[in-house]
């Protein structure tokens, strides 16, 4: 048995309430979910067949993204994703201001770029991102930075996406051709969700950053 909440409220009960639920003696996980890698591996001679799954998932992911970014890979830095009249502009700014400022050695915190003559404080809304892409940025523009955002949140929501379907799967049906099959999908699915393609053309980079939804 395990402890799980089960949501039971009450004003007279100071905490939340807890029921025991029975773990399914015949589910295929029994004895270690964790194990289904290795005995996979053992039976292929011990290689580290995980490893060369993910990497080939992680090939995969790179070409979803590549489809999903186009024509991204062949002008990185000449042609902005996103529709020019959402906002796209204002978060090029925003990813060009965050490295402006950190170069200088001040916190990306204060501009007198807007308000003039007032200026005021200012809180770029993905700075996450742009700080994770500022390599990228002093090499080649914060255009580059940018687009190399939304590709990096393509790449990585398929992969994860690919990493949590494989794990579900293959704990109620072993490894397998099916399971590495249908993980393929839930990647294909998810990197071409609605929500991902709306964000990407509206130039969101904030929230088409949604690959620890699958972790």
């Not at 379907?165 to 990647?187: K, M, S």
């Amino acid at each position: 048995f395990f402890q799980a909440e089960d949501g039971i409220r009450d004003y007279k009960v100071t905490g939340v309430q807890t029921c025991a639920l029975p773990i399914w003696p015949g589910a295929p996980c029994s004895g270690g979910c964790l194990k289904h890698g290795k005995k996979e591996a053992q039976r292929r001679g011990g290689r580290p067949v995980m490893a060369g799954k993910m990497r080939a998932a992680a090939l995969f992911c790179t070409f979803l993204a590549v489809v999903a970014t186009w024509p991204f890979a062949v002008d990185p830095t000449g042609a902005l994703l996103g529709h020019p009249g959402n906002d796209v502009w204002n978060h090029v700014w925003g990813y060009w201001w965050v490295a402006q400022e950190l170069q200088s050695g001040r916190l990306p915190l204060y501009t007198n770029l807007m308000h003039f003559p007032d200026t005021g404080r200012l809180f770029f809304i993905d700075t996450f991102g742009a700080v994770l892409t500022l390599p990228l940025q002093w090499i080649g523009g914060p255009v580059l930075a940018y687009n190399s955002a939304i590709f990096l949140s393509f790449w990585s929501a398929g992969f994860c996406a690919w990493a949590l379907a494989r794990h579900v799967v293959a704990t109620f049906e072993g490894p397998g051709v099916q399971t590495d099959r249908n993980a393929y999908l839930a990647a294909v699915a998810y990197t071409f969700a609605p929500h991902l393609l709306a964000q990407a053309y509206n130039g969101i980079t904030e929230t088409l950053n949604a690959a620890g939804l699958p972790l």
